[in-house]
């Protein structure tokens, strides 16, 4: 790791008053990505300004059916918050999935949709559930948000400082996991609220998290994991490296998003 | 038995240091004035060096000093060498490429050591490295070792021409070709054997001394045999001469084979350490262990089977191409050939084998001997052959096997080895009966109601341990003999040190090793201590790998042993006025048989000590080193069965049972064997479904991390159903056969085997990952 100058903020405006007296500085919201990518000296933030402290950033808040989750809420506090389960059960087992114990108590929502690592969990879910991130200057729907890899709609000195969202009726996540790193190499999210189905597709594809018309299309008429057995996902866009070609993951993509159906069809309640 | 003795689930003595954290590596190693190294590696696969330019480094802040090649070579240190051998079958000595620790003109993988920077810190000598600039002018590039033997490929070393290290034969030609023209049925194959990467959980480290008041140095490094790596850095490098030369290798986290060699970093650090005039110390990081560590297997092979018409073998051929990669490793050239080629009778009467070997230079990281070394390349090509003969022959894999069983001992093989002991029936009875063999079909049925493709495969390996006969492999081409030193000192008052050669790098040998004196002596093994690991202690002693320390280490520790329990039975019979027939040593009390007289062990070692009422003539003090040099091989054999779940959805691979039959002959501790095997299954599964390394075609490890390797989690395995049977290794004192790479050896192809048998298509390379099995469903449709 190189030398840099590590920062911890206390409030939003500070932290942004922080970075803009840096000069090429990071926001660390967790770190899970930046820190590993450093230790590798692939990157060399000249200081590191952690939100992780921020405490209007932190927690979960429903009113309702609107889920409101902090940017630097962890991925373990979303996995054990019991009423976001009994109103949204999918994101909250979505969280207790990411990587292992260690990043799930470290790493932040905010963090991970400020990096927009294209095998990450949370895009998939923010997309299909239409939700809004909420910045320290303006909101932004999760359909602009997500721009390609790597790359989001944020200025660079903009905080992610809340998702916010309605719970769906239904939904229902799975992801196919890259054997090595674990991260999602087919990951995909459905939600239904009355007879409209989104279904986002994270891990797969070249651009990042996307949006699988063609399955919500199939699904808005007949919820069944049946509905999609004529789905054919194009392997054109679609990520291939040597754990999985374009073909396997589309594959995994139409798999995945059964299942994720077949969970929700078979749910109680 | 005791309780303490031979055949006692003893608990690990040394565990309660290695799992509170008070275990001592090379990197918990500080003395005064120590610096840190960092190396500059080539990140080119194959270049010419046409400049490097040192003094931007130098001036970094902490820097104490960079060095090149080129004071390397000025100061007379040597390239580094493969200690084994190898003739090609026209009667040419092997043709190995010069390796110079720090390389000087050329590059030829990435990762490969150009220069080294010493600084205060670890982060000031990274940062100092990469300010070295070090200029190439690229070379084409090949990493496939086929690709490396065509006509036009890019040339490695102009040692050898087309990158071919050796064309070498094993068997009879000529007979195998006869035998295969009666043959009723041929099977034929194309094998990989993938390329691993070792991945101990404690990385590489040196620290290198040098004492100039003396004019000594000391090297603490990460080896399963410090006396080799002294051996070698003496005789070879030019480093010291070895009585100004000590090795220590501490604690050491786990080797598997690599760390048995001697790398570029050691001696390079040892030489900076006289150079500048601080000690320095290295300690790899993971990326750097993934780059520059020696890898394992990478063989490609086409395998016939003929047998007649009573399904019998009449003769087995063998075309192997074995990537060695960039130099030429300390053992590489023994390990695909004949610690591979040796093995391919298996657990069959064979009566003709020919194998041809070529090994091969590519742009890739060394391959040397990983944890089984030519015995899992073997027995996958062997037991890969009889399970897609029975399919072909449409007959049962075990009968087939059965049917090929050598069943009389001593068995000569056409391939070298002489097996001693076995009963090859004893483990398939065994395995197939806890895995409940006869029931699959019901099982694979039930299965399929569920939507899975449920498989069942085998695997009855042999291997060749307790390495090895010095006269027999000294024939064989090896630079060393491979026998073990030990010394039994009993102290003045009655406690045990037993130095030993071998090194236990996670064996547990601080516990197995005790209970041989405690077995002999009656006494705790709390009271008994080993030494180990260190060249200034023990004598001398060839290390610890190839399922050694066992057969050989503990044959040493048995013939001291009986050394000192004779002069213990000469003293008590002076001190007890007895004939020395007639004393036997039991529970800490050494006797007069059949009577009450016993004097108390420790006042036999007293009396030994004071030396105040000795028998006349006899020299004080009871002490005794023994060398043993084993007879032969031992061979350890087995069957390991593998249950499988196939998703054909996703091509994911559960493995719902493995059951492993192992014969190691005599046991120490049960609990120690059973881990062993453990770990070695978790590998040689981590190799059937997970591990695969990738070179993309310029050279560039594109599985350099964890997050691209895969190595075996807990959530990947099974709960293992293990057993072993005996039959006693008769060329051994204790009977022993070794353990620790059986289950290296025997599993993968039992998982491939009943991947393949689950999606009925037999074309399936490793690692059998979600998508390769995948896409084998899909080929199949």
Known sequence: MYETQYHRATSVEGAARLMGEAEDGKFLAGGMTLIPTMKQRLASPSDLVDLRRIEALKGVKISGRTVRIGAVTSHYDVSINEELAKLCPAIVSLAGHIGDPQVRNMGTIGGSIANNDPAADYPSALLALEATIITNRRSIPASEYFVGLFETALGSDEIVTAVEFTAPDKAAYKKFPNPASLYAMAGVFVAKSGDKVRVAVTGAGENGVFRLEDAETALATNFSPSALDGLAVDPDGLLSDMHASAEYRANLVKVMAKRAVAEIANRPM | ?????????????????????????????????????????????????????????????????????????????????????????????????????????????????????????????????????????????????????????????????????????????????????????????????????????????????????????????????????????????????????????????????????????????????????VPVKWVADRTESFLADAHGRDHVTHAELAFDKDNRIVGFKVQTIANLGAYMSLFSSSVPTYLYATLLSGQYDIPA???????????????????????????????????????????????????????????????????????????????????????????????????????????????ACGIAPSAAVGSLGAGVGLWESAEVRVNAVGTIEILTGSHSHGQGHETTFAQLAAERFGVPIDSVSIVHGDTDKVQMGMGTYGSRSGAVGMSAIVKALDKVEAKAKKIAAHLLEADEADIEIKNGDVRVAGTDKTVPWFQV????????????????????????????????????????????????????????????????????????????????????????????????????????????????????????????????????????????????PAVINAITDAIRNNDLAMPATPQAVWAAIQAAK
Not at chain 2, 112 to 122: E, F, H, L, N, R
Request: with cysteine; hydrophobic share 40%; aromatic share 8%.
């Open chain 2, 1 to 277: 038995m005791g309780v303490e003795g031979v055949g006692a689930r003893v608990l690990r003595k040394e565990d309660r240091r290695f799992i509170t954290g008070k275990g001592k590596y090379t990197d918990d190693m500080f003395v005064p004035g120590m610096k840190h190294a960092a190396f500059v590696r080539s990140l080119h696969a194959h270049a010419k060096v046409t400049g490097i330019k040192v003094d931007a480094a130098k001036a970094m802040p902490g820097v104490i000093g960079v060095l090149t090649g080129k004071e390397l070579k000025a100061d007379g240190i040597g390239n580094l060498i493969c200690g084994w051998m190898i003739h090609s079958k026209d009667g040419t000595p092997m043709k190995m490429g010069a390796w110079s620790p720090l390389a000087t003109d050329t590059v030829r993988y990435v990762g490969d050591a150009v220069a080294i920077v010493i600084a205060d810190s670890k982060g000031q000598a990274r940062d100092a490295a990469e300010a070295v600039e070090v200029t190439y002018e690229e070379l084409p590039v090949v990493v496939s070792a086929v690709a490396a033997l065509k006509e036009g490929a890019p040339q490695l070393h102009p040692e050898a021409p087309g990158n071919l290290i050796f064309d070498w034969d094993l068997g009879d030609e000529k007979a195998t070709d006869e035998a295969f023209a009666k043959a009723a049925h041929v099977t034929r194959m194309d094998i990989v054997n993938n390329r691993l990467i070792p991945n101990a959980m404690e990385p590489r480290a040196t620290l290198g001394v040098y004492d100039a008041g003396e004019d000594h140095y000391t090297c603490w490094t990460t080896s399963q045999n410090p006396h080799v790596a002294r051996l070698v850095m003496s005789a070879f490098y030019n480093v010291a001469p070895e009585n100004k030369l000590r090795v220590i290798a501490p604690d050491v986290g786990g080797g598997f084979g690599s760390k048995i060699y001697i790398y570029p970093e050691e001696l390079v650090c040892l030489w900076a350490s006289k150079k500048t005039g």
């Open chain 2, 353 to 463: 084998i020919h194998a041809n070997v070529k090994t091969v230079y590519t742009n890739t990281a060394p391959v040397d001997a990983y944890r089984g070394a030519g015995r899992p390349e073997a027995t996958f090509v062997v037991e890969r052959m009889m399970e897609t003969a029975a399919r072909e022959l449409k007959v049962s894999p075990a009968e087939l096997r059965r049917k090929n069983f050598v069943r009389s001992f001593p068995h000569q093989t056409p391939v070298i080895m002489c097996y001693d002991a076995g009963d090859f029936d004893a483990t398939l009875d065994a395995g197939m009966k806890a895995a409940d063999y006869a029931g699959f079909e019901k099982r694979r049925e039930e299965a399929a109601k569920r939507g899975k493709l449920r498989g069942i495969g085998m695997s009855c390996y042999i291997e």
């Open chain 2, 605 to 748: 070692a007293l009396a030994a000590y004071t030396a105040h009422n000795l028998p006349s003539g006899m020299e004080p003090g009871l002490k005794e080193g023994a060398f043993y040099d084993p007879s032969n091989f031992t061979f350890p054999g087995g069957c390991h069965i593998c249950e499988v779940e196939v998703d054909p959805d996703t091509g994911t691979t559960e493995i719902i049972q493995f059951v492993a039959a192992d014969d190691f002959g005599k046991i120490i501790n049960p609990m120690i064997v059973e881990g062993q095997v453990h770990g070695g299954l978790a590998q040689g599964i981590g190799q059937a479904l997970l591990e695969g390394t990738h070179y993309d075609d310029s050279g560039q490890l594109l599985t350099a991390s964890y997050m691209d390797y895969t190595m075996p989690r807990a959530q990947d395995l099974p709960s293992f159903n293990i057993m072993t049977t005996e039959t006693p290794c008769p060329s051994n004192p204790l009977g022993i056969k070794g353990c620790g790479e059986a289950g290296a050896i025997g599993s993968p």
